[in-house]
């Protein structure tokens, strides 16, 4: 019994000790990822002080590119911290570990993920990763009030439009495309959706197309 208690209570300090130790220690860690998911939260502290101590661009840039899978481990256990760090620090091109984790994200807080996705300061890559269907479906399921938001920010690119258009029910689809349209699109879509359309809406939308 007390070699069981005195092995709980060296679990209890381990945190506190990762803590304390990693700022130090830092450039030594190689399995980022590994220690994430056993100590989110000393994980998630010391991002944020690096981070913070980047002068942005390049090196924010650099940054995520070496931690991002780390962070991505960490989007399960501490989603809103995630979300915070994304909007305070987060890079400019949404990395390939993030997008596959944009899950837990969503069910957190859909609001929050669409304004990361759509901020005005984000520069993104003309190559920018597409969420997974499952996400898209999340995301899609959680109603947010943004939704046409991010409709709006994708009507230019073809794939992610079509790609959020079907992880909605087909009969919510002619509306959704109108909320999109309602604020003045830039650009018909009608060409990237003709196909996901119910067949009434279809053949308007070919005529205008």
């Not at 661009?57 to 899978?69: K, T």
């Not at 992610?160 to 919510?172: D, E, Q, R, S």
């Not at 509306?175 to 119910?198: I, Q, S, Y």
């Amino acid at each position: 019994m007390g070699r069981r208690r005195g092995r709980a209570a060296a679990a209890g300090l381990l945190p506190a000790y990762v803590a304390e130790h990693l700022p130090g220690l830092a450039h030594a860690v190689d399995t980022w990822t590994r220690l994430a998911g056993r100590h989110p939260d000393p994980v998630l502290d010391h991002a944020e002080a690096a981070l913070a101590d980047l002068a942005g661009g390049r090196q924010r840039e650099n940054w995520w590119r070496l931690h991002a899978a780390a962070v991505a481990a960490l989007t399960p256990l501490r989603p809103l911290r995630v979300l915070t760090l994304l909007e305070r620090y987060g890079p400019d091109s949404l990395p390939v570990a993030i997008n596959s984790a944009l899950g837990p994200l969503v069910a957190a807080d859909a609001e929050r993920v669409i304004a990361w996705i759509t901020s005005p300061h984000r520069v993104e890559r003309r190559h920018e990763p597409l969420p997974p269907p499952g996400v898209l479906s999340r995301l899609v399921k959680a109603e947010p009030v943004s939704l046409p938001l991010l409709g709006r920010h994708w009507l230019c690119r073809d794939r992610h439009f079509a790609a959020l258009l079907k992880a909605m029910a087909p009969a919510g689809r002619p509306a959704f495309l109108d909320a999109v349209t309602a604020a003045g699109a830039r650009r018909e879509p009608a060409l990237a959706v003709l196909e996901l359309l119910p067949g009434g809406r279809h053949g308007q939308q070919a005529r205008l197309a």
